[in-house]
C-alpha cells in the first residue's frame, strides 16, 4: 500500500518532496508550479456537492460521492496514478485554523474508515526529497 497524504496547492512543503502530487480539486493553479501533479477528477466535489453551501451538507454529498466510489476504487486509482510512489492529494484550502474545513479531511476520514488507512496532513519532513534537490543544495 502507498503511503499517502493531504497538503494544498500552495504548500512550500510540495516544492521539494519525492512523491506523486495528485490534484483532487475542481480547478488547478494557473501559476507555474515547482512540481508535476496528476488528476483524479473522480475526488473532486461533484457539481452537486459544490453547490452546497453549508458544511454538513456538503460533507454529507461528498461522502456520498466517495461510497459511491468505493475505497477499492479511490485506492486503485491512486495507485494507478501513483505507481507505488508516496501520494500526496491536493486541494485548496489550506486549513491553517482547527475548525476550517475541507473535502481532503472527509476523503481522509473516508479511507480510515473503510480501508483502514491513516492519511495525515503532509508535514515538514514527512518525505524524502527528491534527489535533484539534495544534490543541487550539495553544490
Known amino acids: 500500500m502507498i503511503a499517502l497524504y493531504t497538503s494544498h496547492w500552495r504548500s512550500p512543503i510540495l516544492a521539494d518532496v519525492d512523491a506523486q502530487i495528485v490534484s483532487i480539486s475542481r480547478g488547478q493553479p494557473r501559476w507555474k508550479l515547482p512540481f508535476s ?8 466535489p461533484d457539481d452537486r456537492t459544490w453547490a452546497l453551501e453549508d458544511r454538513e451538507s456538503f460533507e454529507a454529498s461528498y461522502l ?11 485506492l486503485g486509482d491512486l495507485d494507478r496514478v501513483a505507481g507505488n510512489r508516496p501520494t500526496i492529494m491536493l486541494c485548496w484550502e489550506r486549513l491553517e485554523d482547527p475548525d476550517e474545513y475541507c473535502h481532503r479531511l472527509t476523503l481522509a476520514g ?25 544534490e543541487r543544495r550539495l553544490f
Not at 37 to 44: E, G, I
Open 64 to 74: 456520498g460521492q466517495l461510497e459511491a466510489l468505493g475505497a477499492d476504487r479511490v
Open 110 to 134: 473516508f479511507l480510515g474508515r473503510e480501508a483502514g488507512i491513516v492519511v495525515p496532513e503532509l508535514g515538514p519532513g514527512d518525505l524524502p526529497q527528491r534527489e535533484d534537490v539534495v
Open 37 to 44: 501533479y496528476r488528476r483524479l477528477d473522480a475526488l473532486a
